[in-house]
């Protein structure tokens, strides 16, 4: 086998940092700092996931205001909103991917209508009239995470991104805590509608300052005394897509993050319903104790996640994923446990755990995605797993647990939301499996150090 020495490898230079990244953010002329567009965009990826998630704990008020069955429930929480975030991914990724683009103003602009949209669901009168409200709620936020992901990327060195990523998924337990605490709070002193415009509001304050705390790097001028370069061709679409397809390991992270997400979005959507409806607490009292307690298990699974694989992923590459892989399989029977309880209080205690060790994954597997993938495509890459995990997972996810849901009602009477619940704790293990796999493909495939 033939070894080509890397020059600045030699020189104790990170590959990524020398080939396919740009130069770090303190040489650039005017960009904004790493830890300034982290937090910025951290906390836009809050208001993503609010105004996303708060669906979940108004949805027994929804369903008694316009008499819908669990089926149409999931459909309204899940699909209304992840056909249309999905099938606008890849072409905004794309878009995104352009060295003549502007990642920050495509982030304000999103952030912009995804929260319009959230105060529009508030105004719905009828159920097809809410249903587009989220399928507006979806299209602004498809604009988000493909860019912000490849900002993160073009800004921090390859041996600190999964940290970096795991930071900005952050937003993910934060918002959802937001949601259901605000949400309940508010639906059950004002009613569900208030909620919607409560949250929706600030959103379109953020957008205006968007601006104002992120420099887009392309357009701040690269190192000093160097000239912009020229635009490049970008990849056509085709041959994009065949680089992501190709590799092995990108397509086992692809459907275990598919899987991963079903479950979670499911899970998250029918175990708020499991506290109100098997559990008689109100939409306030579910929003306060569950969402404090999951959201902060998910904050330090999420940052331990990133912490952990940039830490034994230094020693053997393939660890970046063997943390998720493990975590996600103990999971699997403290979940089934917890849904057996029958006190609130166990069920919460028992869910601790296992919420921080399913969300462990965030931060390592988008962080490989980047890695995967040459520069030109790492927009399209993220927003292809996006495209996976939303379409699967926040898509049929709590659709397909409302309708099985429906389904067993028959059998199970009250308790057929926890009959869902059960099935989902095990199927968690397939997911770990396709991680530990794709585990034993990383270093052979990774692009960067």
């Not at 999905?86 to 995104?96: C, E, V």
């Not at 990642?103 to 949209?117: G, N, P």
């Not at 009239?129 to 860019?147: I, K, S, Y």
């Not at 001028?221 to 590799?247: C, D, H, I, N, Y």
């Amino acid at each position: 086998m033939t070894v080509t020495r890397n020059p600045a490898a030699d020189a104790g230079v990170p590959p990524t940092m020398a080939a396919d990244t740009p130069p770090a953010p303190s040489s650039l002329q005017g960009a904004s700092s790493p830890r300034v567009m982290l937090w910025t965009l951290m906390i836009i990826y809050i208001f993503n996931f609010l105004d996303r998630q708060i669906v979940s704990i108004l949805a027994e008020p929804i369903k008694r205001d316009f008499q819908l069955s669990d089926t149409q429930l999931g459909l309204m929480t899940g699909l209304a909103f992840a056909l249309f975030y999905t099938l606008l991914g890849i072409p905004i990724a794309r878009y995104a991917d352009r060295s003549t683009t502007n990642r920050v103003s495509l982030i304000a602009w999103s952030v912009a209508i995804w929260s319009a949209m959230t105060m529009a669901c508030g105004a719905a009168r009828t159920f097809p009239q809410l249903l587009l409200a989220r399928v507006g709620v979806g299209v602004g936020e498809a604009g988000c995470t493909p860019a912000a992901h490849s900002l993160i990327t073009d800004s921090v060195p390859a041996d600190k991104r999964s940290s970096a990523i795991a930071f900005y998924g952050l937003g993910i337990p934060i918002g959802s805590l937001l949601g259901m605490v605000i949400g309940g709070g508010l639906a059950d002193a004002y009613g569900w509608r208030t909620a919607f415009y409560v949250v929706g509001m600030p959103g379109v304050l953020l957008a205006l300052l968007v601006p104002f705390l992120m420099k887009e790097p392309r357009r701040a001028g690269m190192l000093k005394g160097a000239a912009m370069p020229a635009a490049k061709v970008q990849v056509p679409v085709r041959e994009a897509l065949k680089e992501l397809v190709t590799s092995r390991c990108f397509v086992f992270l692809c459907i275990a993050g598919g899987l991963i997400a079903f479950l979670s979005y499911g899970k998250g959507v029918w175990v708020a319903v499991l506290f109100i409806r098997n559990f008689g607490l109100s939409p306030g009292e579910t929003g306060l104790y569950l969402g404090v307690t999951l959201g902060i298990s998910s904050m330090i699974g999420t940052w331990g996640g990133g912490k952990l694989a940039d830490h034994f992923g230094k020693r053997d590459r393939k660890h970046l994923l063997t943390g998720p892989a493990l975590a996600i399989a103990l999971a699997a029977p403290i979940l089934f446990l917890a849904y057996s309880a029958t006190d609130w209080k166990v069920a919460l205690a028992l869910l601790v755990l296992p919420t921080a060790m399913n969300i462990m994954y965030y931060g390592p597997v988008y962080a490989c995605v980047q890695g995967l993938v040459r520069p030109e495509v790492r927009a399209v890459a993220a927003s292809v797993m996006l495209f996976s995990q939303n379409l699967i997972g926040l898509g049929l996810g709590p659709l397909f647990f409302g309708m099985m849901s429906d389904a067993f009602q028959p059998y199970a009477g009250e308790d057929s939301v926890r009959w869902v619940l059960y099935g989902a704790a095990w199927l968690g293990l397939i997911p770990a499996f396709l991680f530990w796999r794709a585990s034993l493909r990383l270093t052979a495939e990774l692009k960067s150090g």
